[in-house]
């Protein structure tokens, strides 16, 4: 796995920006590359489909202790978009975040000897483009179900709708709701008559006058 991981490593640009276009606009057809014939394939780079609409759908984060196991998931990860048709950056290097204790050795004898601790986490990304939701769904289950012990990941999914959505959904919405008009008038007739019939059947008829 170590030697895996420093080839892999090797081959991909350190410290790439995070807001990078590394997928190539124009490529080859992952059919055709599917039905070449080539040795250790999946010790190679995985192949980046093009972007058609430069439209982001995902974009996962991963993170880790050992740098190893980190470029090993993020391999296995690139390959399993590129399996999918999906259009995916290179693995991009995040900053590594480092953190310090100091902590005395002992309160007593040793107290003023003291101890320092560190911990180093990892960081890549991946983004996607130009992909359907059901694609994105299915590739980040699948990387969910084949985790990797000691790596940490976190999706950011974007979906997109067409425009006027939630007049349809407003008007889905009051229709479900909100009875019919029909229903409304012989409601609002029924109060009425409620209201008025008490207040006719109180008054008293008054005699006719004679001239």
Do not use: C
Not at 32 to 58: C, E, F, N, Y
Not at 184 to 206: C, F
């Amino acid at each position: 796995m170590l030697r895996l991981s420093r080839t892999l490593s090797s081959s991909i640009p350190r410290w790439a920006r995070y807001n990078s276009t590394t997928t190539p606009t124009v490529a080859e057809l992952e059919a055709t590359q599917a039905a070449k014939i080539i040795p250790g394939r999946s010790l190679q780079a995985p192949h980046q489909h093009p972007r058609t609409h430069d439209i982001p759908v995902a974009n996962i984060h991963f993170r880790s202790h050992s740098p190893q196991l980190l470029d090993l998931f993020t391999y296995f990860a690139s390959h399993a978009a590129s399996s999918l048709g999906i259009p995916t950056s290179k693995t991009i290097f995040l900053p590594t975040q480092r953190r310090l204790w100091t902590v005395i050795r002992s309160p007593f004898v040793y107290k003023k000897s003291q101890e320092n601790y560190e911990r180093r986490v990892h960081k890549r990304a991946i983004k996607a483009w130009d992909a359907d939701p059901e694609v994105v769904e299915r590739w980040v289950k699948y990387l969910r179900v084949h985790m990797l012990g000691g790596v940490a990941m976190k999706v950011t999914r974007w979906e997109h709708l067409p425009l006027g959505v939630g007049q349809d959904r407003l008007r889905d919405v009051e229709l479900v709701t909100m009875p019919p008009v029909e229903e409304q008038i012989r409601d609002l007739g029924e109060e009425i008559l409620k209201e008025e019939l008490p207040a006719s059947q109180n008054v008293k008829p008054t005699e006719a006058s004679t001239s």
